[in-house]
């Protein structure tokens, strides 16, 4: 395996190329969108240059990892000769098994499909190819570069061969690969986002205030991020969307995602990637600034 095309270039597509063409993959980098591949190489650089800083990465490594990925608008002629393909698409079914359906009539027969999916089923992924034993799941954790965890998930269908392949090309990457079966959410998501929700519904409740549920958390259960920080993190439309996928998958009303974050989304509050969620991001400060319906009065 040398060959790796990425579908998505945003902060998780972008992370995944940087993680393969530092380890020496050949990476195509897809988006349908030009000026959103200009940015992820930008964001890359700057991941790289930090690295650079920290001196965990000559600048010569850093050289040969921008070298080693390729942009491209049309995933026909990215996907042509790839032995992986890793889809980081947006956490929509409809979206993902459009692009699954088509890498299975573009790519050649033995090309592995993975999917960055956090929380929709590999299974139901794989059934739109004709190459259902070549389809897992990679779920990186957020940011790529750094965290070392991938959640491998096996499909109903996938090989023992596959499965092993993509394990040891996960360590090949510096990472730690967990081979997780597939159930809604899998592992992380499965336990992670339960608790997101019910942060979110001790803050509508009233029983504390944003800092303070983050603070117990941080300092009582040693969490390097509090639970609602790391929402605004991960994003909270994603957020929603995983637990509605648990909520549909399971049946079950613990899941049902808190009405405060159905309405920050529908708001356009999503965390980071708006500016605004639980924290305010807008100033650009590092320190972290109560979202203003959130600050007391």
């Known amino acids: 395996m040398k060959n790796i095309t990425v579908i998505g270039s945003g902060t998780m597509g972008n992370g995944i190329a940087h993680a393969f063409a530092q380890n020496q993959y050949l990476v195509n980098l897809v ?96 059934a739109v190819t004709k190459r259902s034993d070549k389809v897992i799941g990679m ?72 800092e303070e549920i983050d603070t117990v958390m941080k300092l009582g259960m040693a969490h390097p991020m509090g639970p609602l920080q790391l929402a605004d993190f991960i994003g909270l439309d994603v957020c929603l969307n995983i637990l509605r996928v648990l909520q549909d998958g399971f049946g079950n009303p613990k899941y049902a995602p808190s009405p405060l974050l159905i309405n920050m989304v529908t708001a356009g509050d999503l965390g980071v990637k708006s500016g605004k969620g639980f924290y305010d991001y807008s100033t650009g400060s590092k320190d972290l600034i109560l979202a203003k319906r959130f600050k007391k009065h």
Do not use: W
Request: charged share 20%.
């Open 31 to 126: 988006d349908i969108n030009e000026n959103a591949l200009q940015k992820a190489i930008a964001t890359i650089t700057k991941n790289l240059d930090r690295q650079v800083q920290k001196g965990s990465i000559t600048e010569e490594v850093k050289q040969a990892t921008l070298k080693n990925i390729t942009t491209h608008t049309d995933i026909t002629k990215a996907a042509a000769h790839a032995d992986l393909v890793v889809e980081a698409a947006s956490e929509n079914i409809d979206i993902k098994l459009k692009i699954f359906k088509q890498l299975d009539e573009v790519c050649p027969p033995n090309t592995i499909l993975a999917s960055n999916t956090s929380s929709i089923s590999i299974t139901q992924i794989a």
């Open 139 to 210: 779920h990186f954790m957020n940011p790529v570069p750094i965290m070392k965890l991938v959640e491998v998930i096996r499909g109903y269908n996938t090989s023992d061969e596959v499965c092993s392949l993509i394990m040891e090309t996960s360590k090949k990457l510096n990472k730690v690969p967990v081979e997780v079966n597939d159930f809604p959410g899998f592992v992380a998501n499965k336990i992670l986002m339960p608790m997101i929700n019910e942060a979110i519904i001790t803050l509508n409740e009233g029983v504390a205030g944003v």
